[in-house]
Structures are given as structure tokens and as C-alpha cells.
T-cell receptor, first 114, second 114 residues
Framework: DTEVTQTPKHLVMGMTNKKSLKCEQH?????MYWYKQKAKKPPELMFV???????INESVPSRFSPECPNSSLLNLHLHALQPEDSALYLC?????????????FGPGTRLTVL | QKEVEQNSGPLSVPEGAIASLNCTYS??????FFWYRQYSGKSPELIMS????GDKEDGRFTAQLNKASQYVSLLIRDSQPSDSATYLC??????????????FGQGTILTVHP
């Protein structure tokens, strides 16, 4: 089973709203990732959690706040976003945070900021 | 030079033909290579991983790796219209980045026409 689930599938929010994206995996993976993907571009890494600790923050603005409540769950809290933050937000997981570990993506959340 | 480069597309092949997708990478120490398929509006799906020089076959897909020449390719035999998608080459730790951080190529759009 290589399933990563994400909710919601679509999200529309205003610039003053606070919302959260959720990601879950039950593969026993110990590394989880948030990516952002704009149209016609490859995914861009935002955050990496390894063993529930934040390992990488790719200089993401503070209006994006990740959280890893346990080894299966990953959240991305959104606050005061800008229209340019509209994108497909992808969660991924892998067995570990090591070269060679395959990363499996969830279906994504399509975010529109008005 | 970009760390991971893919042959510029779009690539159009007739149904039943072999589609050849190429990817070069700049970091000689890269050890793992992944191919993802992404349908329009969907998330990337891992279709092939390759770690050793030579060929790796999985159904109609063959990945080829040549570390000396720093290229990895994906061949799709007996192409079907359902193979029409964007194909992303991904290399962990390319350019000496953190551990398993994936560096993606820009993607090659493949269209298989009946």
C-alpha cells in the first residue's frame, strides 16, 4: 500500500482567513514532506519532517506553518496568504530522509487565494 | 548548467511507438534516480526507480542509467494514449543538497496520438 491521503481536495480562502491542510500516511514512513507546485512547473520542496522533527525549511514565509502531530500525520497551517500562493500543495512520504528512499505523493490540495 | 535537465518537449509519438525520454544530471555523486508521471491536474506518481548502471524493466517501461555519462532515460514501449502525461526526472541530493531532497527536471510533456 503506497497511499498518502490529503484533505481537502480543493480550498478557496481569502487573504485574512486561517485554514489547514492535512496529510496522512499509514505506510510506517518516517519522513514526510510538503511541496508546492505551480502550473507547468515541477514541485518545489517547502518542508521536511524526519522522525516527527522539522529537518528542512526551504526559507518558506511564516504564513505557512507546518506541524507533525505524530508519525502518520502532517498538517500545513495557512494564515494571511497572498494570491500568488495559489497552487497545488502536495504531501509526500518516504521510508526515511535518505538518498535513495522513494517518495510517494498524495493527490494534493488545489488552493486558491482570493 | 541546471542540476537536472530533461529533453525539451513536447514529445509527440504515434500509438504503438517507443517514446524516449532523457534526463542529464550534473552531480557525479548522485546514486538514485526516479521517474514520475504526472497527468494534468493530478499529483506525480512514481513509476520507476533506478540505482545501478544498466537497464531496469517494468512492464512497458525501461529505465536506463549511465553514471559515467550522467544520464538516465525512460523508454516507453508500445505507447498508448493513456501514457500522455508530463514525465518528471528526479534526483535526490543533486548538487550536494540535503540528503534525500529531490531535484526535479522541468518535465517532458508526452503526447501519444492514435
Amino acid at each position: 500500500d503506497t497511499e498518502v491521503t490529503q484533505t481537502p481536495k480543493h480550498l478557496v480562502m481569502g487573504m485574512t482567513n486561517k485554514k489547514s491542510l492535512k496529510c496522512e500516511q499509514h505506510m510506517g514512513h518516517r519522513a514526510m514532506y510538503w511541496y508546492k507546485q505551480k502550473a507547468k512547473k515541477p514541485p518545489e520542496l517547502m518542508f521536511v519532517y524526519s522522525y516527527e522533527k522539522l529537518s528542512i525549511n526551504e526559507s518558506v514565509p511564516s504564513r505557512f506553518s507546518p506541524e507533525c502531530p505524530n508519525s502518520s500525520l502532517l498538517n500545513l497551517h495557512l494564515h494571511a496568504l497572498q494570491p500568488e500562493d495559489s497552487a497545488l500543495y502536495l504531501c509526500a512520504s518516504s521510508q526515511g530522509w535518505f538518498v535513495g528512499n522513494e517518495q510517494f505523493f498524495g493527490p494534493g490540495t488545489r488552493l486558491t487565494v482570493l | 548548467q541546471k542540476e537536472v535537465e530533461q529533453n525539451s518537449g513536447p514529445l509527440s509519438v504515434p500509438e504503438g511507438a517507443i517514446a524516449s525520454l532523457n534526463c542529464t544530471y550534473s552531480d557525479r555523486v548522485s546514486q538514485s534516480f526516479f521517474w514520475y508521471r504526472q497527468y494534468s491536474g493530478k499529483s506525480p506518481e512514481l513509476i520507476m526507480s533506478i540505482y545501478s548502471n544498466g537497464d531496469k524493466e517494468d512492464g512497458r517501461f525501461t529505465a536506463q542509467l549511465n553514471k559515467a555519462s550522467q544520464y538516465v532515460s525512460l523508454l516507453i514501449r508500445d505507447s498508448q494514449p493513456s501514457d500522455s502525461a508530463t514525465y518528471l526526472c528526479a534526483v535526490p541530493n543533486a548538487g550536494g543538497t540535503s540528503y534525500g531532497k529531490l531535484t526535479f527536471g522541468q518535465g517532458t510533456i508526452l503526447t501519444v496520438h492514435p
